[in-house]
């Protein structure tokens, strides 16, 4: 039996227990509840206050991307206002891959809508691996206005796919000056390296040749960017500020097309070089290779069959002769050694040679020939001039000797570059006995001497460097580097700049006199009976000073005859030729390599001939 006085002390006891166990827990949730808000308010505080740049910056770039706005590319013009290289409207289709979900199987939808080659889609991953994921890729470029609809009716089924319009560039002209002028192309992965990224941001093509690469940062511009906001999708909503970006500056050159087309016709199908200044300032007037090739399929990537025909073809319509082809100058290079033979005083201008046909030197039995199987009899340095006797020249050389010969035709710019305004041009050479021991680890022989004085053996020149020694010896010893550009214009003021160029160092000539002498020479070169090019004076309204010249391609053995009708095309001699006219005031110089030409007066003489005409046609006396 339970005592009853006891229930209700242990009952009272219980209910302050449970009062004090409750008391506890609340304390501990009270505690628990104030840490945790602590810590939200933390951080909170961490994320509104420390963080808030971070996380608005974040935040504001889900909402607005940075997208660049490409410049438009500076034209070029020729002297007289003919657009050589334009921008035309066109579209392309760009992916954003970031934005699409399967890559692969867009591509091959795509293929349904817009035509789509392999080269497209090989050229498309090429520039995927050299961008990020964020930008726009080209996948075909110039659709046509078909296309573009067609696309746009199916826009919805492509997301991160969409049509860019811009700017192509576009050589209305075709091959026209091509080696002049160049072309663009899609910037490369090595290019892409050493480009300032900030200025070619949103741009894809850069200069690659010719004018176009020479004067990039001219022709590019200024980029520009506007903030523009997008939703989930990637979509443009709108434009929230922007920057314009600055375009190129435009071009105009010293060339004249029409001279330059009547050079690369009066050339043919010849492989050569045709490269005509003005004396007066060193303008370029007209800078032929040929054959050529059309530099348009080159702006938006060339199909590889395509591409390996011009790189294969025996013809090198890539190569630029006219910078960068190394012909030995043959006979044109004689009144250079002349002249020098004059201002050295190893000869006098009434000193005769007797020629008999060949040359030996003393104790020695090999035969250096003559061009003329019987010789010319006695001759004087006007008539070894305007008859090209060799004998004469290997007297002369010899008598001159490696050095002397090398160090006046350096002065003239021989073997080393003109400096022009274009990139890739070759030195060449002017040999010595220096460059052969270091070169060949070989004596040099003084029967290199006697070939070295007609042009021949280790000697080679551009076509670019023949003309502009010729037009040296026009200007009687002033020296002007080569320009192609003539002016740069404003893109917006329109205002032209003059690109002149600074004259380069004078031929240095003790007695003036003997400018005179060497010109008169060359006159009769083309204006007299016994001239090696009088054909091509024939009816000229202008006095003509020029100088044919003939290179030999490979050696004659001594007990051998060249006949040309037995000699491989390729393998026939070269044929140069070099003038100037008015010779009194000379306007114009010119030098004509025409490869296997065989003779400088049949083959190279007519083609100068044709390019004075016109010229002075346009520019009349």
């Given amino acids: 039996m339970i005592d009853s006085r006891v229930a209700p002390e242990n009952s009272i006891r219980d209910r302050i227990h449970e009062a004090r166990l409750f008391n506890r827990r609340v304390i501990v949730v009270v505690a628990a509840v104030l840490s945790l808000m602590a810590l939200v308010i ?51 289709l760009e992916i954003v891959p970031e934005q699409v979900p399967d890559l692969d199987a867009t591509l091959v939808a795509l293929q349904e809508i817009v035509a789509l080659t392999d080269a497209d889609i090989k050229r498309f991953r090429k520039a995927l691996a050299q961008k990020r994921s964020a930008k726009g890729v080209p996948l075909r470029f110039r659709l046509s206005e078909e296309e573009v609809a067609r696309f746009a009716v199916n826009r919805p089924r492509f997301p991160g796919v969409d049509v860019a319009a811009g700017l192509s560039r576009h050589y209305p002209l075709g091959a026209l000056g091509v080696h002049a002028i160049g072309y663009v192309g899609r910037i490369s992965e090595d290019e892409l390296d050493n480009l300032d990224t900030s200025n070619y941001s949103g741009t894809t093509h850069i200069g690659k040749t010719g004018v176009e690469k020479s004067y990039e940062e001219i022709l590019h511009g200024r980029v520009g960017f506007e903030q523009v906001e997008i939703n989930a999708q990637g979509r443009r909503l709108r434009v929230l500020e922007s920057t314009p970006p600055q375009a190129g500056q435009n071009l105009h050159l010293n060339m004249d097309i029409r001279l330059q087309a009547v050079a690369e016709q009066a050339l043919g199908q010849n492989r050569g070089a045709v490269v005509a200044l003005d004396p007066r300032d060193g303008s370029v007037l007209a800078l032929a290779s040929m054959p050529g090739y059309d530099p348009n399929p080159f702006v938006n990537g060339i199909d590889s069959k395509s591409y390996d025909a011009l790189h294969n073809s025996p013809d090198q319509p890539l190569y630029n002769r006219a910078l960068r082809g190394a012909y ?211 009816g000229a309204q202008y006095t003509i000073a020029g100088k044919t010249g003939t290179a030999q391609v490979f050696g004659v053995k001594q007990d051998e005859k060249y006949v040309q009708a037995n000699v491989a095309e390729r393998l026939r001699d070269h044929a140069l030729f070099i003038a100037f006219a008015p010779a009194d005031d000379p306007r114009i110089a010119v030098a004509v390599i025409v490869e296997n030409g065989s003779h400088g007066s049949t083959a190279a003489a007519p083609v100068a001939r044709q390019v004075m005409d016109r010229y002075f046609l346009d520019n009349p006396l």
Wanted: charged content about 15%.
């Fill in 328 to 538: 030995p100058p043959g006979s044109t290079i004689k009144p250079f050694v002349g002249l020098g033979g004059l201002e050295m005083k190893v000869i006098t201008l009434d000193q005769n040679v007797f020629c008999s046909g060949f040359y030996t030197l003393k104790g020695q039995a090999h035969h250096y020939r003559d061009w003329k199987h019987g010789g010319h009899g006695s001759v004087s340095l006007d008539k070894a001039i305007v008859e090209s006797c060799d004998v004469y020249f290997y007297t002369l050389a010899h008598a001159l000797g490696i050095d002397r010969l090398h160090d006046f035709l350096t002065r003239f710019g021989f073997g080393v570059k003109t400096g022009i305004d274009l990139t890739g041009e070759l030195e060449a050479l002017i040999p010595s006995p220096e460059w052969k021991r270091r070169v060949h680890n070989q004596p040099w022989y003084p029967g290199e001497t006697l070939i070295a004085g007609i042009g021949q053996g280790y000697t080679l020149v551009t076509p670019l460097q023949l003309a502009v020694a010729t037009a040296s010896l026009a200007n009687r010893g002033k020296r002007w580097p080569p320009a192609l550009v003539k002016a740069v214009e404003d893109s917006l003021s329109h205002a032209l700049t003059p690109s002149a160029g600074e004259p380069l160092e004078q031929v240095p000539i003790v007695n003036p006199a003997h400018w005179q002498s060497v010109i008169d020479a060359m006159v009769r070169v083309v204006h007299s009976e016994h001239g090696t090019a009088r054909r091509i004076g024939l």
């Fill in 42 to 92: 933390v951080r909170l505080f961490y994320l509104q206050i420390v963080y808030h740049e971070h996380y608005t910056t974040l935040s504001q770039n889900n909402r607005i991307t940075l997208a660049a706005l490409p410049p438009g590319r500076g034209l070029i013009y020729d002297r007289n206002g003919v657009v050589l290289a334009q921008n035309l409207p066109a579209y392309s």
